[in-house]
């Protein structure tokens, strides 16, 4: 189950070219193009002749072509050209999905077009903005897209499973605060007094103690900032070395997601060596990331449906989280109960 109505990320900037491009999001097949002008296009990738994938087609113009019977269509998802004959029938086209591009991602919207904000899509500058460098990466988990939210959501786990990294024993033994402003939750974690961690300590040239702290800010459901660092003991966090992760995850099916990640920095902006170091660093953590989620995945396939999650208290942001996608969900899930189907009328007319 997937919430619909919310932009997901469906590719970097650069991975959209004039060359079709195919992309699965909660089960929907899209192919993504750009127009001569440099406009990104989705579509479902699915040709309205006989299903055959757009993605396996060309462009044309500001057009895709399907490769198979060569019926063309537009930006807004309209055939405009049937090689075979001239009329062109009413029902050949294909949807078309309202598309953002922000700050080097591109965001679609894969649930009902009049209820598309651009004004939703959330604050990522940080991946273009010239004070800051960052280090990005895509990976695709084996694992339904809700237990990356949990993962980002209880950053314990750094403790034992990132301990060359990110990871040392005084994460778990500082507890979390959480907020909830509307679909947006906060798990906001301070460690006074501690060192900075491995994979940080070098390229921010920091010894000794510091206050560090990570709050994890959860865009329910697809998008995650982190904003993390180190700051002297006592300091306003605003003056200290300063991280900005950001996290894309975008389901694929029920046991697939793809994840869009970007780490942004204050400290060693222009320096190389710093950057190399970071994205090696950045790959380990979240190759064991994937892994333990791999397996967890299994854990959940195989475990009865009468046991259940015990949650403790460093859980209060992943519980929050849940509550707020179960609504979602239901609300969607009400409002395709009360749509009439084809060719039937409302309730209140047949009365």
């Known amino acids: 189950m997937f919430v619909l109505n919310t932009w997901y990320v469906a590719a970097w900037s650069t991975e959209v070219t004039a060359k079709p491009v195919r992309r699965v ?48 269509y537009g930006p807004d998802g309209a055939c405009t050209r049937v090689p075979a004959q001239s009329a062109i029938p009413a029902r050949a086209r294909v949807r078309s999905y309202p598309v953002v591009e922000k700050d080097g991602w591109i965001w679609v919207w894969t649930g009902e077009r009049e209820r598309a904000d651009e004004g939703l899509v959330p604050d990522t500058h940080w991946m273009d903005d010239p004070a800051w460098a960052t280090v990005t990466h895509t990976v695709l988990f084996e694992c339904r897209h809700d237990l990356i939210h949990d993962n980002l959501l209880d950053l314990t786990h750094e403790s034992f499973l990132h301990r060359t990294t990110v990871g040392d024993d005084y994460i778990y033994e500082h507890g979390i605060t959480v907020e ?44 995650h900032v982190l904003h993390s660092g180190i700051t002297g003991q006592g300091r306003p966090r605003e003056e200290g070395y300063l991280i900005k ?23 060693a902006v222009d320096a190389e060596w710093a950057t190399e170091e970071l994205e090696v660093g950045l790959a380990t953590v979240l190759r064991e990331d994937a892994d333990a989620l791999r397996a967890q995945e299994i854990g959940m396939r195989d475990r009865p449906e009468t046991e259940h999650d015990v949650l403790i208290g460093q859980d209060a942001g992943v519980a929050k989280a849940r509550r707020i996608l179960s609504r979602l969900l239901a609300a969607e899930q009400q409002a395709d109960r009360t749509v009439p189907a084809p060719g039937t009328a409302p309730a209140a007319a047949r009365a």
């Open 180 to 223: 909830v402003d509307g679909r947006v939750v906060t798990a906001d974690r301070l460690m006074p007094g501690v060192a900075a961690p491995p994979l940080y300590a070098r390229t921010m040239g920091a010894e000794g103690l510091y206050d560090r702290f990570h709050a994890t800010e959860f865009h329910v459901p697809s998008y």
């Open 245 to 267: 992760v950001l996290n894309g995850i975008t389901p694929v099916d029920e046991q697939t997601t793809w994840y869009y990640y970007a780490f942004s920095r204050n400290f």
């Open 25 to 72: 999001i909660c089960k929907q097949p899209i192919v993504l193009y750009r127009t001569p002008d440099g406009a990104a296009v989705a579509l479902a990738d699915r040709c309205a002749h006989r299903a055959y994938p757009l993605s396996e087609g060309r462009t044309v113009g500001d057009a895709i072509e399907c490769g198979y019977h060569g019926f063309a």
